[in-house]
């Protein structure tokens, strides 16, 4: 008994010990599998500043984390709409350029730069990942890729009976994407140009409505085509390649979509803010950066790197690289903004109105 | 007695902190305009009840109970004649059987759901073994089976307990006195049985109406019960309506709550010292 005390005692002690290493400490809020971890602690070593590290599954959840104001986040990574609506708030602080000394080096995509430009970001974000939301198909379905490369959004909202559609449940992306299908901007404030988006959804009687669960959905053939992010084909993709089953579905990318754009920002209750600034310049290091591109397979923003990972999907994967790129040259692309309170209640009472409830 | 009152009071402070105030708050909330996330104002109002109104909510709200109400007939039908065999078995085998009723529930309820998710897919391993396809993801059908497989205890396990402790000098006497197997059925047994009835009604409805793991999953989203809704008012609408959406969220759980209250009451009417609430 007193020997089990003991060793459980200096067990405690060992892990209060390394638990508080460091006394300087960063809280970073992010996705899950959204870093590479290894990264993150040989930062911790490097600095001796110790990284409290909590994933997240949505923008908001992160959002409602920061509004709770109950603990300090000094780096979160939201994406593009609610960068935006931090933005509006005066939630998140402009970032110190000055402290990012690989910034420049990187060199930001102009495109995507003059992206999130035109929308007012540059000054709070230090892009991330960026990628599409596109139509996600199996291949082994008679005429299918034809018919979605042809038809491009109209496949996903005239399938009809022929194949089976899946919409992404969630009121921003199901209602941009009736409205890229009807060939109006996925912000459109238009009231007339919402009712039609929300009379194309429900015309297209989707088979199912999910989240990242879609892409499963038609792997196991209970869907045959449906709206994903780029980031869902490509996790689905290097799972099969590593599981080494053979890849029977394609992405196909119309040729005016969303961008997403995934950036780290600085929120204003952040504290350790030198250390966010070390944090984020230690993941724009070349060497760091092409490693952690490689571990989680979304575009990199920055051209430098892009074209190094690029190069290595091209020899590693092939086909992958085709879909690869988020914005070729000679298309079109928008960014969600937030756009206003109204509008947010209003996508979400369009999308609790067109579920079928049959 | 009274030194035992000293170890309820971890109890009583659980209740208090993880029942009333959050009641509390739920009330606060549902009846004013006090946004938890932007505390600001604070003014009492039926604005909140403006969902009620919207075509969605009635939606829900008229699928909820039709699909809950069929499957508490599904399970009423199969459970009755269950709970009377098992009551008349003999004690050895009766808690063999009782076991294999018992032992799934200890199973995770999602990864249930899921199993079904998988079962229904057009190739599953049900297919693999029967040669059948049981397409049924996105369907009531597929919905009202998976409630039933999820529910189907709670309404024997209630049913089981009055049928067993029933008194069967009650069923001799009335077969002595000449009463048909039927006449026995409907004027003895089934008038002695209403507790568990009402008990098993009542567990088997509250719990299928307000799922919304199982309709977003077997009902592949497509079809929204009133869980879905109040999921999408605490979860997804937070920063659209300013933290708002939570009200109203609140007010259709305290709804819910009002109504599992109003069954309590029915249920501890019909069965005076609560044995059937297992």
């Not at chain 2, 065999?85 to 249930?112: F, G, S």
């Amino acid at each position: 008994m007193k020997k089990a005390l003991v060793l459980l005692l200096s067990l405690a002690f060992v892990l209060t010990l390394t638990a508080c290493s460091y006394k300087d400490k960063l809280y970073v809020l992010n996705w899950g599998d959204y870093m590479d971890e290894s990264l993150i602690k040989q930062f911790e070593k490097e600095y001796r500043i110790d990284v409290k590290y909590k994933p997240v599954g949505s923008n908001e959840d992160m959002a409602s984390l920061l509004i709770a104001q109950n603990a300090v986040y000094d780096l979160i990574f939201p994406s593009d709409y609610m960068i935006d609506k931090f933005i509006q708030d005066e939630m998140i602080q402009p970032i110190d350029f000055s402290l990012l000394t690989h910034f420049e080096a990187l060199e930001v995509n102009p495109t995507l730069a003059s992206l999130y430009a035109d929308s007012g970001f540059s000054d709070y974000v230090v892009p991330y990942a960026w990628g599409t939301i596109g139509i996600m198909y199996r291949t082994d379905k008679v005429g299918l890729q034809d018919f979605v490369e042809s038809e491009g959004w109209a496949a996903l909202f005239e399938s009809g009976s022929t194949y089976r559609a899946g919409m992404y449940d969630s009121s921003r992306d199901a209602v941009a994407a009736a409205l890229l299908y009807l060939g109006y901007s996925v912000n459109s404030e238009d009231g007339d140009e919402l009712e039609q988006a929300e009379s194309a959804l429900r015309d297209a009687n989707f088979h199912a409505w999910g989240e990242d669960n879609l892409k499963g959905r038609i792997l196991a053939n209970t869907l045959d085509l449906a709206l994903v992010y780029s980031g869902d084909y490509f996790s689905e993709y290097y799972a099969a390649i590593e599981d080494e089953r053979a890849i029977n579905f394609g992405f196909y990318v119309p040729e005016s979509t969303n961008v997403w754009m995934d950036a780290i920002v600085i929120p204003n209750i952040a504290q350790n803010i030198n250390s966010a600034h070390l944090f984020i310049d230690f993941f724009l290091r070349e060497e760091v950066a092409l490693q952690n591109y490689e571990w989680i397979g979304y575009a990199p923003p920055y051209i430098t790197i892009y074209d190094q990972i690029y190069d290595q999907i091209l020899s590693d994967f092939g086909g992958l690289a085709s879909t690869f790129d988020p914005y070729p040259q000679g298309s079109l692309r928008e960014m969600y903004v937030y756009g206003s309170n109204e509008r947010a209640t209003e996508l979400a009472h369009i999308l609790a109105r067109v579920k079928p409830n049959q | 007695m009274k030194r035992l009152r000293f170890f309820s009071i971890p109890y009583l402070a659980w209740m208090l902190i993880f029942i009333a105030v959050p009641t509390l708050i739920l009330i606060m909330l549902a009846f004013s305009d006090y946004s938890l996330y932007y505390p600001s104002r604070f003014e009492i109002t039926w604005v909140n009840f403006q969902i009620f109104s919207q075509s969605y909510m009635s939606k829900a709200i008229i699928y909820s109970f039709g699909l809950s109400i069929i499957t508490t007939l599904i399970c009423f039908v199969i459970g009755y004649p269950v709970a009377y065999y098992l009551a008349n078995l003999p004690e050895k085998t009766r808690k063999i059987w009782l076991a294999l009723l018992i032992v799934p529930l200890w199973a995770n309820m999602l990864l249930r759901i899921f199993a079904w998710e998988k079962i229904f897919t057009p190739l599953s391993i049900f297919t693999d073994l029967s040669g059948l396809s049981l397409d049924l993801l996105g369907t009531n059908t597929g919905i009202v089976i998976g409630m039933v497989g999820m529910y189907l205890p709670f309404m024997i396990f209630p049913l089981f307990s009055v049928l067993e402790r029933m008194d069967y000098s009650l069923v001799e006497a009335a077969k002595d006195l000449g009463a048909t197997d039927l006449n026995v059925f409907f004027k003895v047994i089934f008038p002695m049985s209403l507790g568990g009835i009402v008990s098993g009604v009542i567990m088997t409805m509250l719990p299928a109406m307000t799922s919304f793991v199982l309709p977003a999953r077997i009902g592949l989203g497509r079809i929204n019960l009133i869980g879905n809704i109040i999921e999408s008012k605490f979860m997804k609408e937070v920063m659209g309506s300013g933290g708002l959406s939570i009200n109203v969220g609140s007010l259709i759980s305290l709804m819910l709550m009002l109504f599992s209250v109003i069954s309590f009451v029915i249920i501890t009417r019909f069965d005076k010292e609560g044995e059937t609430l297992i």
